[in-house]
Structures are given as C-alpha cells and as structure tokens.
C-alpha cells in the first residue's frame, strides 16, 4: 500500500519525466495573455513611476521598488548570490528608462530578504501604499516599467505567517514505510528532545503515525516554537519525548538562510527564489513570475501598492511582504543606519 | 526594463520617458510632482451583468471596469466554496451532500482503496472522520464517505460536460499540504481542453497536495478534480467531474477500478543484451535461463532474428514486434567467428 501524500508527488514527478525537457517557465497566454494584461494598463500607471531594474556588477538581478525619492527596497539575495564567492560587495546601480544611478547598500533584514538602496541624487517618485489588505480573491497586478503589467493574478490567500516547522529529522525511505530515523540532525529539535537513530515514530501531537508521509503532513500543519509530545519504538518499548520544533534542519548558511530543501519535483516547479520562506507575514498570490521579477511592488485595481514581491516560492506560489510590513522595515533600517556607518556589515 | 514583451518595445519606451521626466525635473517638491502624476484609475461604473456573465463565460475582460465587476464576483466565489475545501493527509478534497449523506470527492491517487479511514480537516480547523469508498484509477477519481455527524459545509456538483474553452475557472487546495494559518489558496484560470475523454486542462497553477481538492465554474459548482501535472505551467490537469456523477453508486458501494496496462508488454530474450558498436551482445547467459537451455552462450553476438538483419536496439524491438510472449524466435548468433543459428524462447519484460 502506498501512503496518499508522497503518491501524490510520485505521480506528479512520473509525469514530470514523461513530458520533454522542461522549456523556459512559459505564461499560459489566455489567463495571462495579452488580452488580458492589456486590461489592467491604468492600474500600473502610477506604479511604474516607482519601479526600478537593479543590478550588481552591470547584470539585472532584480527589480526595485521606490519608497523614498532616493531610496529603493529589494529582494536582498538575489543581489549577493554571484558575488558570494569573490567576498566582494558587487557595485550596485537602479535603472529606469535610459536613467541609471549609482547605489550603496544602506542596510538589510534577512529574515524578510530585505535591502535597502540609497540612490545618489535621485528623486524618483515613491510608491502609493495601500494599507488595507483585500479580501481573497482581489485582481493584483506586477508592474515592470512597461506599458502593461509583468503579470496579473489573485490573491490566494489572507496573509499568513510564511515559515516551516522543523523536527531535525530524515528518513531512511522517502515513501511507502514505517516512520524510523535515518538521521536525526545536529542541533535539531529531535537531537535536543533525545530522538535516536533507528526509533520509529508511532505518535506525534496525539496522533498515531504509520507512514512517514503523515508523520511530515503532521509536522507541516505546525509553527516553528510549537511543543510536540513524540512516541517512538525503540527495542521494542514505547518512549515519549516532549520536542519543540525548531526552524530549520540545519543551520542556516550565509546566503541561503530558512530556504528548505527541494522536494524532488525540480521539474514542475519551474524557477524558484533561492531565499523563499521564513517570512513573517506573506500575502500568497499565483502570478506567474521569475525569480529576478520579484523586488518590485505589486498593485490592486486601485493601483495603489500592496506589497513588494519577496520570493517566487512554488509552482503555485509567489510571495509579497505586505505594505505595512516593507514600511516597518525601512523604518528600522533607517534607524540602524543612521547609527552606523553606511555599507557596514555587507 | 525586464525581458519577453517585444512587442510592447514603443509603449514601454513612452512610459518610461514619461518616468523619466518626472524623475529628472529638479528642485520639486511633492506636492508638485503629485499634479504631474497620472490620474489614479478611476473607480468604474459597473457594468452589466449580461456582461459580466459574458466575461465570466469566457470571454477576455477589456478593461478596469470589467476587471472590477470580475473581482467582485471572484471574491464572493472564494468566500462561498472555501468552507467546503478540505485538507485529507498531503492532499485535499471537497465536501459535497447527495440524498441527505456528507461526501468528500477526491482523486483515485489520494485514496487509493475502499474501507480506509481518512481524517479530513476543515477550513476553519475543525476535523471529521471519514471512511475511503470506491476509487476508479483510470480517470483518478474516488469519493470518501463522512462519519462524522453534524451539518457539514457541502458545494453543489456541477457538469463538465457543458464547459467551454476559454471559460474562467477557480481553483482551491492545499499545495503542499496544509499549512497552519492559510485557508486554502484561490487561483483563477482558464479552461484550456475540454477532452471528450480524459482530462481537463486549465491554467491554474498546481503543485503537489492539490491533488483531490475541486475546480469550481464561475456559480461555484464542482466541475474538476484536480489531478496531475507536468513542466508546462499552463499544463495543469483535473478530472472531470462527470466521472464521478456516473459512476456514482458503483463509487459509494466501494467498486474500485484499476489502471488500464498501457500498449503490450515489452518482449525480451530474458537476458541481458548490451548495445555498442556493431550487433548486440548477449552480455551474461545464466545457466538456468531458457535462452541458455536454447543453447545460447555468454558472449554471443546477435546478427539476425527471425531472418532480419540486426544492428540497433530498435530493429530487435522491431522485430519482437510481430512476437508474442512464448513464441520460439529463430536467431543467428556470431561465436568464434562462425554463424550458429538457435531457436529462442520470447519473454514478457520487466
């Protein structure tokens, strides 16, 4: 018998191979086609005044979205990503139209995956926020400079917390079998709460596991901090372990903080963020977009800015920090670099 | 400023000129630069609601008005089938009442099986029990039955049959399982294939843990059941619904049908054939095999079957093609650089 969860993804994965090699990430032309895109040219307008194209070392990375005359926020690990090795801050310039201007890095968050740019002699115009957050279902629009939107889609969801509970664990086989530990990971949940190699998981928050497909179902459903009571076999005896779930299976790299591992449907994704989770709050909606398209705002029918794209994060998924959140941001982000040196700690 | 929108080349160029004005002139302050902003778009006058019916059928909405009256109605379309999406284990599925009895649709693949207890959690938290009824694996569909009482939330079944391409669907599930905090995520796309048979095809993006949960037309019935996927973005596939409305009482007594085999098993030797240069070679013969009872050696090269010469993979497969399993393959092998012709049993592989 196979377990529902992973024959879901193993049958999404054997299509996967059936079909040719994946082609470029290709919008569907009715729902995102230019007819309708063409639709939305007035919710843009304003918008497009504040957006901007960033790039490190001459390359477009991502786009920008202007919250101040001379100041843009951006999606932060898409500008460090090629220059991580040379230990070198890439120079950074935002163009608009023939426009360029030269920016220093003022300061980050990367929990959001945040940076702030300060524009030399610019005054550009800042974005329109928009507070409220519309009801599920609300038409959003991505611009880009141009005459239409980028991409168009709904809200997906109300905003939720965007961050994955970890137990610190790996299994032996993926599908189809008994929940036992092949690995329980250094500094992990299950480490600190005494898990052991070899223990088979029949118990988690009240619920009896017998597949290791439910057993990750489970974890999903809950928040990083939660305390989980766990009963495992062990030689035969039934133990119970009382864990609180951590963040993270391992702990986070430079650059490559809370992004979790892939879950072997590379194939179907199509391109994701490389940083695409661990955020405090998201709104979730399903414009189609390429990881160097985030970093920009993303406007209602109003054509005020909701929020800033953060992170294409599924196939199904990209992810904006809500106006109020980016507000926050830059807010401290000031604070902080008013106390320090400009470009420190990059 | 991005790349892919070639034909927009001249608008885009105004536009940014545009910015680039408002950019470049000096010493203003805001106030100022507010009056040379664009007019926020205006809040439109509503349209007609044969209209709205018109878009919502298919056709593409031309412009903000249209954009406006269509968001109104998918956001009441959201807020009237989430409470009947559910989450089952990784999958999801939706909850419907037939003759007075809670069911959840859901995919073949999800279920699997009759008879098997499913715990199903509802948008707002609250979890029912349910038990696995039939499943049919040739078009992915299966129904669950609740044993929960009470007076659960249900959406209406609708006809597959009568879609149309180009008509605007809603689509809600779990991807990636459920997560606490986030109520099922809505996404809106299109009907791109209306097969007679199979599946139906739309451009609502999926990922894995969607499987089971429904595809709604725009009265929110029930018309799809999601399903699969491939690498192609707009290629999103869902079982129409109609396969579960004919099949209904064979599904709620437990029948479960499997997968049709697809084509004919593939025909082998029953060892081990390498492809290199020139003919194939009979790489290991094991002792009890019947190709070595049929006197075949380790090492032998195959140059013809069944009178056709061989040089490739594809000409033995060719000629395996007019065989059955258990026929006996007349052969001719190259060992010590002599032609020695055998009779070789056909085998059914993998």
């Known amino acids: ?346 | 400023m991005t790349t892919g929108q070639n034909r927009l080349v001249g608008a885009a160029a105004a536009a940014m000129l545009m910015a680039g004005l408002a950019a470049q002139d000096p010493g203003q302050g805001p106030g100022q630069t507010r009056s040379k902003l664009p007019p926020p778009p205006a809040t439109a006058a509503a349209i007609a609601p044969e209209r709205l019916a018109e878009i919502l059928a298919g056709d593409d909405p031309a412009n903000l008005a249209e954009l406006q009256a269509m968001q109104t109605h998918v956001q009441q379309l959201v807020a009237k089938v989430l409470p009947a999406t559910v989450s089952l284990p990784g999958a999801s599925g939706v909850l419907v009442r037939r003759d007075g009895t809670s069911y959840v649709l859901c995919a073949a693949h999800v279920t699997m099986m009759a008879d098997r207890r499913i715990n199903i959690t509802l948008n707002d938290g609250k979890r029912l029990r349910g038990t696995s009824l039939g499943a049919n694996h040739r078009n992915d569909v299966s129904l669950v039955h609740i044993d929960s009482l009470g007076d659960h939330p249900a959406a209406e079944i609708g006809k597959s049959a009568e879609l149309k391409r180009g008509q605007w669907v809603l689509m809600l599930g779990h991807p990636s399982g459920k997560k606490q905090g986030r109520s099922a995520p809505a996404r809106l796309g299109r009907i791109l294939r209306v097969p007679k048979t199979g599946y139906l095809v739309t451009d609502c993006t999926m990922q894995a843990g969607d499987s089971g949960g429904p595809l709604f037309d725009m009265q929110g019935r029930v018309v799809g059941i999601n399903s699969r996927i491939n690498a192609n973005l707009a290629m999103n596939m869902h079982a129409p619904v109609d396969a579960i409305v004919n099949e209904w009482d064979d599904l709620r007594k437990g029948k479960v049908t499997q997968a049709r085999r697809r084509g004919r098993p593939r025909l082998t030797f029953g060892v081990e054939l390498t492809y290199g240069e020139g003919c194939p070679v009979f790489a290991d013969v094991p002792k009890d095999s019947g190709a070595a009872k049929a006197g075949l050696q380790k090492g032998d090269r195959l140059l013809e079957m069944d009178g056709t010469d061989i040089h490739s993979r594809w000409s033995v497969q060719r000629v395996f093609r007019d065989f059955r399993s258990g026929e006996i393959i007349p052969i001719v092998v190259a060992r010590d650089g002599g032609g020695i012709e055998l009779k070789v049993p056909v085998v059914a592989g993998d």
């Open chain 1, 1 to 346: 018998m196979t377990s529902p969860g992973t024959t879901a993804l193993a049958i999404a994965a054997v299509i996967a191979t059936l079909t040719a090699p994946l082609t470029a990430q290709r919008l569907s032309t009715m729902s995102q086609g230019d007819a309708v895109r063409k639709a939305y040219a007035s919710t843009v307008l304003r918008a497009n005044l504040s957006v901007l194209s960033v790039h490190a070392d001459g390359d477009q990375r991502v786009l920008g979205t202007c919250v101040a005359p001379d100041l843009v926020v951006t999606k932060l690990s898409e500008l460090s990503a090629k220059d991580r090795l040379a230990k070198k801050a890439p120079s950074l310039t935002c163009k608009q139209g023939k426009e360029t201007w030269n920016a220093t890095l003022l300061g980050f968050d990367r929990a959001s995956d945040i940076a702030l740019l300060r524009l030399k002699d610019a005054k550009l115009t800042p974005v329109e926020w928009q507070l409220a957050i519309p009801k599920t279902g609300a038409f959003l629009a991505t611009p880009n400079g141009e005459k239409w939107p980028l991409g168009v889609g709904i809200l997906g969801a109300s905003p939720y917390q965007h961050t994955r509970a970890f137990l610190g664990i790996r299994f032996a086989n993926a599908e189809d079998a008994r929940a036992e530990l092949a690995e329980v990971v250094e500094h992990g949940a299950a480490r600190a709460a005494g898990l052991l190699v070899g223990d088979v998981v029949v118990e988690f928050a009240g619920d009896k596991i017998e597949w290791t497909s439910e057993l990750r179902a489970r974890i999903g459903q809950c928040q990083p901090g939660d305390k989980v009571a766990i009963k495992v076999r062990r030689d035969g005896k039934e133990l119970s372990f009382i864990a609180t779930l951590g963040t993270n299976n391992s702990p986070p790299r430079s650059g490559q903080n809370n992004s979790p591992p892939r879950s072997g449907q590379e194939d179907v994704w199509g391109d994701l963020s490389v940083v695409r989770s661990g955020f405090q709050q998201v709104l979730q909606h399903d414009t189609v977009l390429k990881p160097k398209d985030c970093g920009g705002p993303v406007v209602d029918l109003t054509g005020k800015v909701l929020g800033v794209n953060i992170a294409r994060a599924g196939r199904v998924e990209t992810l904006a920090l809500p106006a109020a959140t980016v507000q926050k941001l830059v807010k401290k982000l000031l604070a902080a670099a008013a106390k320090k040196s400009p470009g420190e700690g990059y």
